[in-house]
């Protein structure tokens, strides 16, 4: 299976959407909106901001790990 690095994050305040790149060896746990400059967390649950607001879920995910714990990833905070 082929991991997605790419995902379009779309905020939930604005609608705004962009194309970012995923990192590989951590989750990414904030995010701010470029165009309303919202501050985007995880929603409860998921690890990361690509996993609650992405059109792709973070590669960890992807890889049918479970997030949230060391068999995942680290936080990046």
Excluded: R, W
């Amino acid at each position: 299976m082929k991991i997605e690095l790419k995902s379009t994050l779309t905020c939930p305040k604005c609608g705004h959407q962009k194309e970012e790149e995923m990192p590989t060896d951590a989750c990414q746990f904030f995010y701010e909106c470029e165009k309303c400059n919202a501050f985007l967390k995880p929603n409860e649950g998921d690890c990361c901001v690509y996993c609650s607001f992405g059109s792709v879920p973070c590669p960890p995910i992807q890889e049918n790990k479970s997030c949230g714990n060391q068999n995942c990833c680290s936080y990046t905070k």
